[in-house]
C-alpha cells in the first residue's frame, strides 16, 4: 500500500475521537497532520509519517533503523520528532497511538 493511502487510513482510524482534528483544518506548518487538543503528533512530509515521540523512543528507532529524526528544513534535526523510513516494518497505528499518549502527557 502506498505511504499516503496508509496515512489517509491513519487518519480515519483517529478522526472522531475527542480532541482530534483531522488533517486540513488549518494551514501553514502542520497543515497534513493530526492533532490532539491542537497539538500535532502525527504528519504526512515528504512521502513520510512523522511522529513526536519521547526523545528515548526516537533514539531507539532510530538507531534500530526505522527511520530519521525529522528536520523541518531547517538543518537542525529535531530530538522528539521522527520520519518513519517507509521501509520500515513498524505498524503505522501503533506508533501514533504512542505519539498521541505522548502529546496528551505534556
Known amino acids: 500500500m502506498a505511504p499516503e493511502q496508509r496515512f ?3 487518519v480515519d482510524e483517529f478522526t472522531g475521537r475527542p480532541g482530534i482534528t483531522p488533517p ?3 494551514g501553514g506548518f502542520g497543515r497534513t497532520a493530526l492533532r490532539a487538543n491542537g497539538r500535532i503528533f502525527a504528519m504526512f512530509v515528504r512521502g513520510q509519517l512523522v511522529l513526536k515521540l519521547p526523545r528515548a523512543r526516537v533514539d531507539e528507532l532510530a538507531e534500530g533503523g526505522h527511520g530519521v529524526r525529522f528536520d523541518a528544513n531547517k538543518g537542525t534535526p529535531m530530538k522528539e520528532w521522527l520520519a518513519l523510513d517507509t521501509g520500515s516494518a513498524q505498524p503505522w497505528s501503533a506508533l501514533a ?3 498521541l499518549e505522548f502529546v496528551e502527557g505534556k
Open 8 to 10: 489517509e487510513d491513519l
Open 24 to 26: 486540513g483544518a488549518t
Open 97 to 99: 497511538e504512542e505519539a
